[in-house]
């Protein structure tokens, strides 16, 4: 099952969270740094041993003091206009995303929309591989439930019109 909604991802209860980070996981603005605020302290002293992580990949840490047990770490691609493998990359980060929280027994998984805010990725584009990345995996994870928490309308609309095209 796969949920398109609107709010803030740092409040939302579900196991795992996922942070649109950058490759150093030292933290950032937008949902990064929303992420670490709400966490608190600790979560940037359990980053700092994980010795960064590759664009596409992703790392488990503890939730601290936000409402998800945990939080995936993925650094997104920054767009360059789509000529260095950036789609293939923006889909990595969500299966990688995906099968980390089954690994750790993750049923339900939040994710923000990866790479289209300061790293400029076109969201027509993003939100059709992510929810295309999501109902795949979920295809054989009937058990899992994915929710997209989306921070503004205008990316709402985006997600939920490419899951409207996917399951017409
Ligand atoms: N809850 C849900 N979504 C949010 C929240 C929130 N609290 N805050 C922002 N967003 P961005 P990127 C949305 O820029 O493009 C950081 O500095 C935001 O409106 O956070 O992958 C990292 O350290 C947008 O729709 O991530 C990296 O350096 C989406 O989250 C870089 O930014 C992603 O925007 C990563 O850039």
Request: hydrophobic share 40%.
């Amino acid at each position: 099952m796969l949920r398109i909604t609107l709010g803030d991802i740092t409040k939302v209860e579900v196991d795992a969270i996922v942070n649109a980070a950058n490759t150093s996981l030292l933290g950032g603005g937008g949902v990064d740094g929303a992420i670490h605020r709400a966490a608190g302290p600790e979560l940037l002293a359990e980053c700092r041993m994980l010795n960064g992580c590759k664009t596409g990949q992703a790392k488990l840490t503890k939730g601290y003091r936000l409402p998800a047990k945990y939080v995936i770490h993925t650094p997104g691609p920054v767009w360059n206009g789509g000529k260095r493998n950036e789609e293939e990359l923006l889909k990595n980060c969500y299966e990688n995303c995906l099968k980390l929280a089954a690994e750790h027994g993750c049923r339900t998984v939040a994710f923000p929309s990866i790479s289209t805010g300061i790293y400029r990725f076109p969201l027509d584009r993003a939100s059709v591989i992510a929810v295309g990345a999501i109902l795949e995996f979920l295809a054989l994870h009937s058990d899992m439930e994915v929710q997209m928490v989306c921070f503004d309308k205008e990316t709402f609309q985006y997600y939920q019109n490419a899951l409207k095209a996917v399951c017409s």
